[in-house]
């Protein structure tokens, strides 16, 4: 039986997956977030808001990401006028999941290029919002291969802005700005040190935390106990399987 199927009457459930620790994981980024534009990106984190919506955070207004609203299933609701979707962002009342190539310890995220700007060895998708999403609403990060390339001890190029940077700008920059977390395949990570360098706040089940340390370009910060990452309620279980994704596509992107 896959993962995304409904076992018979009486039968276990099948074993919830580490795509779906993931799922949780990027839902409860919004968690208490109230009436803000949840714009997640990618198959996961757009699962997660769906969850959180349909759970513990039913004020969100879901987008697709970009200038699209969409309903509970995904589909597109409406168009937010890009005057409107501004003045949203710019205030505060956005909260973006990205993705990122690279991410360094103090969070910030690198999407254009790798090596040298001037004659980089790969072009990747350009700086796009990053600096106007990260100085002006709270932005997570969503990477489902947790590897040295991706977080890295300094990015090659700065897109999204980190806190030392932020910092580094004075209150102008980090007045809205606020990265709640950062999850992976592996675990969950928050900038909740006194420096805001990035630290371990749970493992997925069936990780340790030398691996987390294997797979990070950086000294991550790790407190004495690690808790692991919250276990799926049945009744979340049994919308992720059976109402948001029965396709499985966080199998897709994260498999156990």
């Not at 937010?80 to 991410?103: E, F, I, K, N």
């Not at 987390?212 to 399987?241: H, M």
Request: charged content about 20%; some cysteine.
């Amino acid at each position: 039986m896959s993962p995304a199927s409904t076992p018979a009457p009486g039968a276990p459930a099948a074993a919830v997956t580490r795509a779906e620790y993931c799922v949780i994981a990027c839902a409860e980024a919004w968690r208490d977030n109230g009436e803000v534009l949840a714009s997640p990106m990618g198959p996961i984190p757009s699962i997660g808001a769906r969850l959180a919506k349909r759970t513990f955070s039913p004020d969100l207004l879901l987008t697709d990401g970009e200038a699209m609203l969409v309903g509970l299933d995904g589909t597109p609701e409406g168009w937010l006028p890009y005057r409107q979707h501004l003045t949203m962002v710019t205030g505060g009342r956005r909260h973006v999941m990205m993705g990122a190539s690279q991410l360094d310890r103090f969070g910030n995220q690198n999407i254009s290029c790798v090596g040298d700007w001037s004659r980089p060895t790969r072009q990747l998708l350009g700086v796009r919002g990053a600096p106007v999403n990260t100085l002006n609403n709270p932005t997570s990060y969503w990477v489902p291969r947790h590897s040295p390339r991706v977080f890295v001890e300094r990015v090659d190029m700065v897109c999204g802005v980190g806190y030392d940077r932020a910092a580094a700008a004075g209150p102008s920059a980090t007045r809205f700005h606020r990265i709640p977390r950062v999850v992976s395949d592996l675990g969950v990570f928050d900038f909740a040190t006194p420096e805001h360098s990035m630290r371990l706040a749970s493992l997925h089940p069936g990780v340790t935390v030398e691996q987390v340390r294997e797979a990070t370009g950086f000294g991550l910060s790790v407190p004495d106990e690690v808790p692991r990452t919250r276990e799926p309620t049945p009744e979340e279980l049994r919308l992720i399987r059976e109402v948001i994704d029965p396709g499985g596509a966080r199998d897709r992107e994260v498999r156990s």
